[in-house]
């Protein structure tokens, strides 16, 4: 399916000179799935699969992606190229219109709370990754057993200062590039690079083939074995669609705004969710063989790749090379999407007066980085500290944990929420209908249909039904 997306934004490339409209659409999906990829879909997805029991969680994932993300990411690009500017004033500018509640532009306040908190963790975790490169080249894994990497990862996390280091350094990356301003140079690049990440996880898969735990691995994905389901596990995949398709906080919105008129948005977010559920799915079929196959625990929580994928490129021949390569891309995808979450937060600042983008970037960049500080600490000499365990559901979690929930659990779907009502109930019905343009009046009502009714009451329903 992403070679459609290659041949796709490839022949957009070539269309760039005599149509300058393509390049806006070439653009969107670029920097939209930039931010969709990310550590969401090979860092987290695979250990909450894990976490969870596997196969009836990915089903009810895969649910929420297509009843749920999908309609809200359409929602949320179309209210962004309607108002043609920040989420908060884009939001601004649409009530105002239209004559309703100024209360909305809440929603891109609380989108400017989400990116605060998810970098703050979002960049350590980048770090974790960093530091794998430097390891990777210096063929750290070669012939290691499953219990020298696991040691080999214990050791980062154990070490504060270790952790400290990969977090500056992953954070001064995102400040500097966000701080010139996204260049074309960069969209060229990350127009090679992802489509390289994408095949080295084909090539891990292939590894992950010659296991003789492959199908153990399929049949843990695939096969759903619903009494391993807990409700909570239900909330977890419903902010894990946000979280992995970066919804619910603006960022979509901030994306749609440069989305040229006559593009169609239902066409290009299925192109992105597509994309961004593939590239999951094939960290998960490259991962569990090996959980498997290594006699290892698919519940390891946040540790899992890196405790995984270690080990089939150490008996690789040529692991050293591919093991650089696929964490240096890692790498990028985290970089892509951590730039969408420290944008807005810039643009933000920016928007108050006298502010420069160095001086925004700035502000912005080392507040999250100091923000950062406790989920470095929640991984070792604060690791027992469990702020909110007064809160039912914060306890035994770490700070680490409670921005990992707050946002994607509870922010995530909230924000999403808002954001489907006002398309569907709120909105300019006429202004709807024209940015839809989908051509087939049917499928525009099965639409309009999912964001008044089915979106709501399923976040609303898997909300409830962990609070009570
Ligand atoms: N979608 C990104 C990922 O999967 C994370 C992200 C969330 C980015 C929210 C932007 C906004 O890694």
Redesign the pocket.
């Known amino acids: 399916m992403t070679d459609t997306t290659q041949s796709y934004t490839g022949s957009v490339a070539e269309a760039r000179q005599d149509n300058p409209m393509w390049s806006g659409r070439l653009a969107f999906i670029l920097a939209a799935s930039g931010?969709?990829?990310?550590?969401?879909?090979i860092w987290?997805f695979p250990y909450i699969t894990g976490e969870n029991g596997g196969g009836a969680f990915v089903m009810v994932y895969l649910l929420c992606i297509a009843a749920i993300g999908l309609p809200i990411m359409i929602a949320e690009v179309m209210i962004g190229r309607r108002g043609g500017r920040s989420p908060i004033n884009s939001l601004r500018m649409l009530t105002q219109r239209d004559g309703l509640s100024s209360r909305w532009t809440w929603v891109g306040w609380m989108g400017i709370l989400?990116?605060y908190l998810?970098l703050s963790f979002?960049s350590v975790i980048g770090g974790w990754a960093l530091s794998y490169v430097g390891k990777s080249a210096g063929g750290a894994f070669v012939g290691a057993d499953s219990e020298a990497i696991g040691g080999m990862f214990g050791g980062l996390l154990s070490d504060p200062s270790n952790l400290m280091l990969w977090h500056s350094v992953f954070m001064a990356l995102v400040i500097m590039i966000v701080a010139r301003g996204l260049k074309s140079g960069m969209e060229k690049a990350i127009n090679i690079l992802m489509p390289l990440l994408f095949l080295l996880l084909l090539v891990m898969v292939g590894y992950a083939l010659a296991t003789s735990e492959f199908s153990h691995g399929v049949e843990f994905l695939f096969s759903p074995d619903f009494s391993k389901l807990t409700t909570e596990g239900v909330l977890t995949a419903l902010g894990h669609a946000f979280?992995?398709?970066?919804l619910g906080?603006g960022?979509m919105m901030a994306y749609g705004s440069f989305l040229p008129k006559n593009v169609s948005i239902v066409k290009t977010a299925v192109t992105v969710s597509v994309v961004d559920t593939v590239v999951a799915l094939l960290a998960g079929l490259a991962i569990f063989p090996l959980v498997f196959a290594n006699g290892l625990e698919p519940g390891a929580g946040p540790g899992l790749i890196f405790q995984t994928l270690p080990l089939a490129f150490g008996q690789m021949t040529g692991g050293t090379l591919f093991a650089t390569l696929f964490f240096f891309l890692l790498v990028v995808a985290?970089v892509t999407?951590a730039i969408?979450?420290l944008e807005p937060v810039v643009e933000w600042l920016e928007e108050q007066k006298g502010i420069s983008r160095l001086t925004g970037t700035l502000i912005g960049g080392l507040t999250i980085w100091a923000l950062g500080i406790l989920t470095v600490l929640s991984f070792n000499d604060w690791a027992d500290v469990h702020p909110l365990a007064f809160i039912p559901a914060f306890e035994g979690k770490t700070f680490f944990d409670i921005f990992d929930y707050l946002t994607a659990n509870i922010l995530m779907p909230l924000g999403g929420l808002f954001i489907a009502l006002f398309v569907g109930w709120f909105m300019n019905k006429q202004a709807v209908e024209n940015e839809l343009s989908l051509g087939h009046p049917a499928l525009q009502s099965l639409l309009m249909f999912v964001l008044r009714f089915i979106t709501p009451v399923l976040v609303l329903v898997v909300f409830l039904y962990n609070l009570l």
């Open positions: 931010s969709a990829v990310g550590l969401g879909n987290k989400s990116s998810i979002y979280f992995t398709l970066s906080m960022v985290a999407s969408s979450l």
